[in-house]
């Protein structure tokens, strides 16, 4: 079984050297079968920039009972880490400085010193060094760019929520309230396409810039979320409720079926309601998670 911290990761191809391939499944699965004689393995990730952290070197002991799952933990090479951390603090110099007013030539001699006395105390190369530097700038250019898309279309799909919940019931005779549900609607419908259109190209940045599919899978699994399961499962019916409250408001209801179409319209409001309800907290929550990891 293959697992990036507590996640299975899906799809992703493995060797065990000098035995087989294998493809993980959902639950981080795979099955390579083996030659009888062999006693330990070795795992590697085919295509990947990650690790095998444990066990270390992806070597491991054929068990002998072989209904017994091993599991392996992936992820960046500690030489990877301290290479992104170095750049980081490369950049957090060269910021610090700038905002000192220092000058260019000056912020530049004690960039390369800096660069220079790291190169010394590790094997770090200063042409991968230089790439991070680059990566780093970037990833904080385009940071902002995807924190502010995710949390407009929260708190807008919240705003939403919000208006349903406590005006929905007098947009039946006021036209006011109703004017405040077609706003936010129209309010939603605007981050929800804004996120439609670019959520794949937000993927591949993520993919790019912070060198790891892990992370871009954790983004594109929020993107699927928000436009599956709360917008085309919760949301969308819930905006349809507008177009029944209008034939209401038109007289298209007659006599003795008002109360009844109202108080069903309101049953199936609320009910959407509570589950979108819950739906946003699961958003908000992964939200937080995956900015918080790509800030790190």
Not at 6 to 18: C, T
Not at 69 to 82: E, N, T, Y
Not at 135 to 151: G, S, V, W
Not at 195 to 224: C, P, Q
Request: hydrophobic share 40%; glycine share 6%; no cysteine.
């Amino acid at each position: 079984m293959l697992f990036d911290g507590s996640k299975a990761l899906n799809n992703i191809s493995v060797r065990l050297v000098d035995q087989g391939r294998g493809t993980t499944g959902t639950d981080g699965q795979f099955i390579i079968p083996i030659n009888n004689n062999v006693s330990t393995v070795t795992l590697e990730l085919v295509d990947s920039d990650q690790s095998i952290l444990y066990p270390p070197g992806g070597n491991v002991a054929v068990p002998k009972d072989s209904s017994v799952a091993i599991v392996f933990i992936v992820g960046d090479s500690p030489k990877d880490i301290l290479t992104r951390a170095v750049a980081r603090s490369n950049n957090e110099i060269k910021n610090g400085l700038l905002q000192l007013g220092v000058k260019q030539d000056g912020i530049e001699q004690s960039l390369v010193a800096f660069r220079e006395e790291i190169q010394k105390m590790t094997n770090i190369k200063l042409e991968d060094l230089k790439d991070q530097i680059d990566l780093d700038r970037r990833r904080k250019e385009f940071y902002p760019q995807l924190a502010a898309a995710i949390n407009n279309y929260t708190n807008e799909a919240k705003d939403l929520k919000d208006a349903f919940k406590f005006t929905a019931r007098h947009a039946f005779e006021d036209p006011q309230a109703m004017q405040v549900l077609i706003d936010a609607v129209n309010s939603y419908n605007e981050a929800f396409e804004d996120i439609n259109r670019k959520h794949s190209g937000y993927e591949k940045m993520v993919a790019d810039l912070w060198e790891s599919e892990a992370k871009a899978t954790e983004v594109r699994e929020w993107f699927n979320y928000a436009l599956g399961e709360l917008h085309s499962a919760n949301i969308f019916t819930l905006n349809l409720k507008i177009r029944d409250i209008n034939e209401y408001n038109r007289g298209e209801i007659k006599g003795g079926r008002k109360k009844d179409f109202k108080d069903t319209v309101m049953r199936e409001i609320e009910a959407s309601q509570l589950q979108l309800e819950r739906r946003l907290q699961e958003l908000d929550n992964r939200a937080q998670i995956l900015l918080s990891r790509l800030a790190m």
